[in-house]
């Protein structure tokens, strides 16, 4: 019942900028933390970012602090990813999940969207 849906993938070239959206239905948006994780090939599912309900606080991977922006629109229930100056190793598949906590671990998650395919080329 509760599905997430991620956009806004694609090729891209170093230096530039993508968003990404994930869009939530079937669970009380407002009152879940969301957060963006990325997997690259032969590697590890990683954390990027997340932002808490209500008071909105973020937090980022430190390889893309700086870079990369979380944001929320919750009468839309929309989650975005604004990634600017982008570099090839950003390359990955990056998923959206929700969930009641705020943290940076996978298993603290309870949904996940079927993710979407960033390249960055040099």
């Known amino acids: 019942q509760v599905q997430l849906v991620e956009s806004g993938g694609g090729l891209v070239q170093a230096g530039d900028s993508l968003r990404l959206s994930c869009a939530a239905s079937?669970?009380?948006?407002?009152?879940?933390?969301m957060a963006w994780f990325r997997q690259a090939p032969g590697k590890e599912r990683e954390f990027v970012a997340a932002?808490?309900?209500?008071?909105?606080?973020?937090v980022y991977a430190d390889s893309v602090k700086g870079r990369f922006t979380i944001s929320r629109d919750n009468t839309k229930n929309v989650v975005f990813l604004q990634m600017n100056s982008l570099k090839p190793e950003d390359t990955a598949v990056y998923y959206c999940a929700a969930g009641r906590n705020f943290v940076v671990t996978r298993d603290g998650y309870d949904y996940w969207g079927q993710g979407t395919q960033v390249t960055v080329s040099s």
């Open positions: 932002i808490r309900w209500g008071i909105f606080n973020t």
């Open positions: 079937g669970l009380t948006f407002s009152r879940n933390a």
